[in-house]
């Protein structure tokens, strides 16, 4: 079984910057294409970045020239850079992915990481 384990979330002040990271937890996974996805409290998850397998890339209008998503295929983990953060990134922030593991592949979960901006 292969999981998608989330780190980097934390409390930060407006214009700083944190960087998420998304990891499968095989060494032999391979993720393919990914999102990240956040939600507030009261609100609907929504779509903040996402990555395609062959690399294209598309942002919420609300995060973009701030918010970078990449994947690092060698670690097998996927990257959301986040730059001058405002009070209104604070989430709950998910990575979804397509993740390949020996001939099967999975639509995969992690388990979310907070990421609070104080004004």
């Known amino acids: 079984q292969v999981q998608l384990v989330e780190s980097g979330g934390g409390l930060v002040q407006a214009g700083g910057s944190l960087r998420l990271s998304c990891a499968a937890s095989?060494?032999?996974?391979?993720?393919?294409?990914m999102g990240w996805y956040r939600q507030a409290p009261g609100k609907e998850r929504e779509l903040v970045a996402a990555?395609?397998?062959?690399?294209?890339?598309n942002y919420a209008d609300s995060v973009k020239g701030r918010f970078t998503i990449s994947r690092d295929n060698a670690k097998n983990t996927g990257y959301l850079q986040m730059n001058s953060l405002k009070p209104e990134d604070t989430a709950v922030y998910y990575c979804?992915?397509?993740?390949?593991?020996?001939?099967?592949?999975?639509?995969?979960w992690g388990q979310g990481t907070q990421v609070t901006v104080s004004s």
């Open positions: 990555l395609t397998s062959g690399g294209s890339t």
């Open positions: 095989r060494s032999s996974a391979r993720i393919n294409a």
């Open positions: 979804n992915a397509d993740v390949s593991w020996y001939s099967a592949r999975y639509n995969i």
